[in-house]
């Protein structure tokens, strides 16, 4: 089976039978890894360079999910797909917010579907791979704990620039809390309040906004189209969404298409928002001074076929109108 | 929720009934107590006027007699020779107790007639009576011309009795009219007296015949609102417990939707996974299947053109057509295809058992009580089980020779499956677990023991388990009826037993003990009605 591609992709499922058709599917282009469990996987990540890991959500001992939040420690440049089944919803919810996860698969799958995805993830992963040092040199520093090269990461964002707030733009339809949430963040940041899209769209051509913090009605296409087109046309902007219930397949929705940053479920407690709303700022610093860490970003440029697919004439409506503004307010 | 509203009002009118109710039925025998009451108090009165009226009469005769001595005493003076000096003293002593029993008896009368009159108080031997007036209209008609009389003439012999200090220098005028009222009016007082006597009675007869009446009413009445009373509340305890029944039987649809719920996601996950593949399989058979017929078409092509005898063409073609089938052969398209399709088949292979254990599981389309195996059932509960147990849970297997028991399997399972949920549950937090499956025979019964090595039930709880509602999952999560509704499954449907034991820490065994020889109910007759002659 050897192929003289320099790609390598991982996968994982507990099923010989699913691994046998997905090498199948992508021997020809890909170098292909296989694992039956989460351990052996880990392993193979810690041997090789992956470019791309495709992991099954249920698998006996470690889930999907955790499997993807330890690779991502030992090589933050592997594009993480998780494939999930019916019943699996709980366990996506959580693997949202510990952000380990570039697009979840639903299965059944259709294999154009799951191609297109991964090609793209692996041009991603080639592209973000430049920033990152290679496998030799983290296995030459060996003894470095996954753990921090996570802190390492987080470190790399700037310290805030002098008296300089940065955007925080909360949209929120109910005024009532809008004006809460105003009287608690805005010493901290410099928030800019938004009480329906239209708002939210004003904002946006005004003001440099780094994080958007948005209680949308998402179920309502408009909100998912909107946010849609902010990531299109603003994927430095990171975003979190504060929501009525847990709903899983929202939460599906809201990684494949914006790539959202964390997922509150109102109430929350303050504090858990105000550390969520620091790391998203240190995100997007992040993302100001190295774009390629920003997957959305990165996913935008080198896959544009991809992002494309999903949008909707909505979102290209609203990218219209997003364009057309910062073109005169020169943003 | 407008629902529950109405039923809360129901509830609430049905207590404002049974306060109406109550009472009314207080009120009807406390007016009873009074009505008895307010009568004794009358007729105490009433005796109390007999005897006022007793005692008048008595009086009045002391009086009479005393007047008359007095009279006859004077008179027999009058021509006694006043030397007889013995006999005169005599006499006079008896003209003075005679007079002075006179008086003291008509001022008792007076007092009496005055009491029946106004009330007041009269004083007799010593002792205080309160004498109400008289005034029942009938009562006092009987004395009403008794009492005219006395007013009119009572001068004559009050005066007479109070101004007289000497009996012997009393005013012979005024003794004869006294005498003459006392003969001409004796009769009629005393008659008076006793027909106000007669009256009196026949009042109280009377008064005591209408308080056994109105008692009587009372008893009847009270009889009738209690019965009210009783049927309303047992019409309305009634339409409670159907309240009651009704929210029953919608949490057992729930519980019963609930393991329905949870056997569909067992299935959807485990099908999901065939599906998947087989799919992706098949694209790729398809894909290869373009370069086979690619080579196919260039090989023929080849062989036509040799047929032909068109060499320059076969010499042209050969590299290409020999470059298509290398490249089939190098990437082993023929090997994978192979694989493809046998894993396909396997894959459709393990989606048929499932249909097949669906069917073993819930057993739909047979009758509901057959002969079966409990083994078997075991094994297509794990299935159905399978995508909760997969991930932390070891299953053990330990089954014994059991014989067919008759039973309703697919009740049975719904019990396994409880069992085996809560099981996989319990072992959650340690993150892994094993569960265990032993079937035995002990004496006359087959056992299925379910063990798992959880975090066991606490002691203080391990006696609510069965019962209905009982659930230590978070709201929403369970009803809390399973385990009860399987505890009625084995005991009421299966005439078995199930008990648990339970170690903290250690884990839970639940052990179903189900008889062998169960019943199986036969028909005997052919037909189901009388058999009708066919013509």
Known sequence: MATESNINILLVDDEPLVLQSLSATFRRQYN?????????????VRQNHIHVVLSDQRMPGMLGHEVLRVIKTISPSTIRILLTGYSDLDAIMNSVNSGEVFRFLTKPWKIDQLRDTVGAAVDIAQKVGQLYPSKADIMRTSGAEPAEIVEQEEEVAPPVAGNQKEGLLIVEFNKEQLNTMMQVFGKKYQTYPASSITEAFDQLSKHEVYVMLTDLNLNSEDGIDFLHAVKQEYPNIVII????????????????EFQVYRYHVKPCAVEDLDKTIQSAMNRARTYRTQPLKNVAYVAKEVAPQLVEKEVSEKTNWWRDKLRSAKKLFGG | MAENKTKEQQAGFRFVELIVFGTIFLALVASVFVLNIIISRDSQRDSEQVFCATKQSEYWQRAYRNLIRTQERLAELSIIDSIQVEQIAEKSAQLDTAFFNYKKA???FDSTIAALNKGGVIMLEGSEFEIAPVTNPRARATIEKEIQKWTESRGVLIDLAEKTQNPRQIDPTQLEKAIDFAIQNDELILASNRDFIVRLGELSTEKIKNLQFAQVAALVVSILVFIGMAVRLTISLRKQAKIIQESQGQLIQNEKMASLGQMVAGLAHEMNTPLGFVRNNIEIIRENDREF????????TVLKSLVAGNYSEVERQIPQTLEKLKSIEKIGLVDENAMMITNSLEGLDRIQELIVNLRNFSRLDQTATQLANLNQCLDSTLVIANHILKRHMTVVKDYGKIPDIVCAPAQLNQVFLNIITNAAHACEEKGEGTLRLKTFVEKNEAVVQISDNGKGIPQEVINKIFDPFFTTKPVGKGTGLGLSISKKIIEEGHNGRITVKSKVGHGTDFF????????QEKADKVFSESAPALN
């Open chain 1, 32 to 44: 292909i890894f296989t694992a039956t469990n989460g351990k052996d996987a880990i392993e193979i």
């Open chain 1, 241 to 256: 969404l504060l929501t009525q219930v847990r709903d899983a397949l929202l939460a599906i929705k809201s990684i494949n």
């Open chain 2, 106 to 108: 008509i001022s008792i």
């Open chain 2, 293 to 300: 017929q690619d080579a196919v078409v260039a090989s023929a």
């Open chain 2, 512 to 519: 179903i003990y189900l008889p062998m020889q169960g019943k």
